[in-house]
């Protein structure tokens, strides 16, 4: 997982890596830069009993739009964070592209972790620039509503400029989430999506 | 190309073996010496020109948008697509989430190891420095950016995305580089930094004299006690050498009308320059300066102001859109669906620019809703000149009082008799001051009332209050007053961890991206700003005053 801090004299470990990897590099299309940067786990998590705003202007319990019989992708991002959130929401953009192509039933759901300027119609103006479709929604309410969602999905990192590289996924109600951390490429999120079994 | 980085992860590994002997080392820096020096001299302006375009705006010589791709497969264009993004403006970089973006201005690329500057990668985490690195030249800048190779041999964090440049192209990105925050801003000396504050001539001289007295003292404790390079020696940032300099302060007085303020700011900032503008205060307009501190490119921070620019420029920080704010907050309160709407609400406002700004947004914000808004100018200081400004208004109507104390205490006085329904006024306008309030009023009177409430004030604001007995400095307005001693606060945050690269766009990059960070110190519920935004807290309570005299919530925090 650390991969970004600079560790660039190998240990005997990281040699076997390099030789499975390449390993692996000839039996599948994986890229070393994709297989390696991001962890995955499951987890349960409690959902709070809070209010969002979608994009549209739609007021809404948070559970009801989580829980509307689709299954659900999930990351956090803010509109005017230049460096993460548009790679995040690229991969989202390929996702949705993916998917629907596939013909699957699926929701992408963004919550704002800038809800205070992230306004509906600035959300708007951001799903227009990834070509956001009617199964991707993004959130905004209030700044408590955003930090309780971020806790809740232990995505809280105390301030949005710490901002956790996350998407969290899970096919029906009761079921685990998975999380995925770190940078993971369109491709791996489509296989881990399939993964979870939702649509067959 | 991925398959080949182990390998050349390894090699990488080698040539790090052999950096450690001196003789390469020495080899290194007489090289990267030439070569830094053959990058300037041979730099033309145009040259520079087309870097700029590519680094800040995302656009190519061609006039194509500058592409990029990422994990092969996502493609970023223009704009989001312009090193800016990311390296930011100064070139020092930023910090996302973890993963650091790192300076890659001249100094940094460039420089030979022993004459490296710090930076500090991370704020959070002090330890985190910018780390050394062999120089950059232009072969293996032309591989960072196409490939997203480290000069190590390393391969990047596929964050920082691949560009198909041309040599020509990548020349000119080295040349702006080469440029870009090199020598220090303007007011940055070697042993002192220069600051000022504005005050505007309709401003109370007892309120100014509270602003001037309170930075004064703040840089005074600062300068006496920054052997501890930060002022302070909590935390391991005020360990890392940096530069003792003193702060000094100019107080830059404004006379006469707001159109010759312009000239007389650019007069005072040529005879004695300065790295920043901190607080400030106007009771009415502020846009010549906002308009001053763009064209000089001179950070403008958080100044003491209700009717700010609505779009202000990008060197100018404000607390929030003022009474603006209040306008839509107001209107966001009438039109909830879950009370009942006035039918009609008339504001009563004086014929100034912060009476007009207000008036103006709140009528914009009820277009379209079924709240009609009939607009009454108060002309005049007597009780006959609100006679005709309250003509037609009953018991049964709803009031907005863009008005100060002193014209409500007018008012109050001849309302006893029929006051409306509800009357609301503003809480910058009253400044805390409720005298004008009766009980007759009371039940009626409502306040949009833009900062904190309750025991979370009070938390907040007890740092300042200490800190004012301690240098016995008065009381007068609370909120007003932590506004300053945020700022004076913010400002020696911001620059301690700017370390020595004194930089006038790295301040606002850090000030846009730490203002959430420190502590909140102001009466404001929050503070947090991010690239491009200018307004700092966004939302406002509709309060109402309580048997105690103390305002209580009457609504949630409203944003609109």
């Known amino acids: 997982m650390n991969t970004f801090k600079q560790n660039f004299c190998m240990s005997s470990k990281s040699w076997l890596l390099i030789v499975v990897t390449i390993l692996g590099l000839a039996f599948s299309n994986w890229s070393w830069a994709e297989s390696a940067q991001f962890e995955r786990s499951e987890d349960n998590y409690k959902i709070p009993d809070v209010n969002v705003v979608r994009q549209d202007g739609y007021k809404s319990a948070f559970v009801k739009e989580l829980d509307d019989g689709r299954p659900v992708l999930l990351n956090f991002v803010f509109v005017s964070c230049s460096a993460i959130c548009p790679m995040l929401s690229h991969v989202f953009s390929k996702v949705q592209e993916k998917l629907t192509k596939e013909g699957q039933k699926f929701h992408l759901m963004t919550i704002s972790i800038d809800p205070e300027n992230d306004t509906p119609a600035s959300l708007t103006e951001y799903a227009k ?29 105390g301030d949005k400029m710490n901002h956790a590289s996350l998407i969290l996924m899970r096919s029906i109600p009761g079921k685990s989430w998975v999380r995925l951390e770190g940078f993971v490429s369109p491709d791996e999120v489509v296989r881990e999506f399939n993964a979870l079994g939702a649509n067959k | 190309m991925f398959m080949q980085s182990p390998i050349q992860q390894m090699l990488g590994c080698q040539i790090l073996g052999l950096l450690k002997s001196r003789f390469f080392f020495s080899l290194l820096f007489i090289f990267s010496i030439t070569v830094v020096q053959a990058d300037s001299l041979s730099a033309s302006p145009e040259e520079i020109e087309l870097g700029r375009r590519i680094y800040l705006e995302g656009v190519l010589a061609s006039g194509e948008p500058l592409k990029a791709v990422r994990q092969n497969t996502v493609q970023l264009e223009g704009a989001s697509a312009a090193c800016e993004a990311c390296h ?7 910090l996302e989430g973890n993963i650091p973006v790192p300076p890659i201005s001249g100094r940094f690329l460039y420089a030979p190891i022993e004459d490296r500057v710090l930076a500090l990668v991370d704020t959070r985490q002090a330890k985190d420095l910018t780390r050394a690195h062999v120089p950059y030249d232009e072969k293996s800048l032309a591989k960072a950016i196409r490939d997203g190779m480290h000069v190590s041999g390393r391969e990047m964090s596929i964050l920082m995305p691949h560009y198909a440049l041309t040599d ?38 007892k309120k100014s004299a509270v602003m001037i007295d309170m930075l ?34 100019s107080v830059w007085e404004l006379k006469g009308a707001p159109d010759t303020w312009g000239v007389q700011l650019a007069e005072f900032n040529k005879k004695d320059p300065v790295f920043a503008v901190v607080s400030g205060i106007s009771a009415s307009t502020w846009n010549p ?9 001179l950070p403008c921070l958080l100044p003491n102001v209700i009717s700010p620019p609505e779009n202000p420029s990008y060197y100018s920080l404000y607390f929030s859109r003022g009474v603006v704010l209040e306008a839509e907050v107001l209107a966001g309160y009438l039109t909830d669906k879950e009370k009942k709407a006035p039918h009609r609400v008339v504001q009563i406002y004086r014929d100034n620019e912060v009476g007009m700004n207000a008036s103006r947004a709140f009528t914009k914000a009820l277009a379209g809703s079924e709240v009609i808004v009939e607009n009454h100018v108060l002309l005049g200081t007597k009780q006959d000149d609100l006679k005709v400004a309250m003509k037609g208004v009953s018991s049964k109507d709803s009031v907005m009082l863009w008005l100060n104390s002193s014209d409500l205490a007018v008012f109050n006085k001849f309302m006893a008799k029929q006051v409306p329904q509800n009357v609301f006024v503003s809480g910058y306008l009253t400044s805390e001051n409720y005298s004008f309030n009766s009980k007759a009023l009371n039940p009626h009177l409502r306040v949009v009332y833009p900062y904190e409430l309750g025991d979370k004030r009070k938390k907040n604001v007890t740092a300042m209050k200490e800190w004012l007995k301690s240098w016995r400095l008065p009381l007068v307005d609370e909120p007003f007053q932590t506004e300053v001693f945020f700022d004076a606060l913010f400002l020696t945050d911001l620059t301690s961890q700017m370390l020595d690269n004194l930089y006038r766009d790295y301040l606002i990059e850090r000030a846009e991206d730490m203002l959430s960070l420190g502590s909140n110190v102001s009466a404001y519920p929050h503070l947090s700003l991010s690239r491009g935004q200018r307004f700092a807290s966004k939302g406002a309570y509709i309060a109402r005053i309580g048997d105690d005299g103390k305002l209580v919530a009457d609504s949630a925090y409203i944003v609109p």
């Not at chain 2, 192209?169 to 940055?188: D, H, M, N």
């Open chain 1, 129 to 157: 620039k990834f070509a956001a479709g009617e199964n991707w929604s993004f959130y905004t309410g209030t700044r408590e509503a955003s930090l309780t969602l971020q806790k809740a999905f232990k995505a809280y990192r």
């Open chain 2, 168 to 205: 020509k192209e990548i020349k000119a990105v080295s040349a702006y580089l080469s440029q870009l925050s090199v020598s220090l801003s303007p007011g940055v000396g070697d042993d002192s930094v220069h600051f000022s504050t504005i005050i505007t001539p309709d401003v109370d001289p």
């Open chain 2, 88 to 94: 930011r403006r100064s070139g020092m970089g930023s």
């Open chain 2, 216 to 249: 004064r003292h703040a840089f005074e404790q600062r300068n006496s006690s920054q052997q501890t390079y930060s002022g302070r020696m909590r935390m391991p940032l005020d360990l890392i050498p940096r530069k003792l300099r003193n702060w000094d302060l």
């Open chain 2, 289 to 297: 300066i906002d308009q001053f501190c763009q064209q000089e490119k």
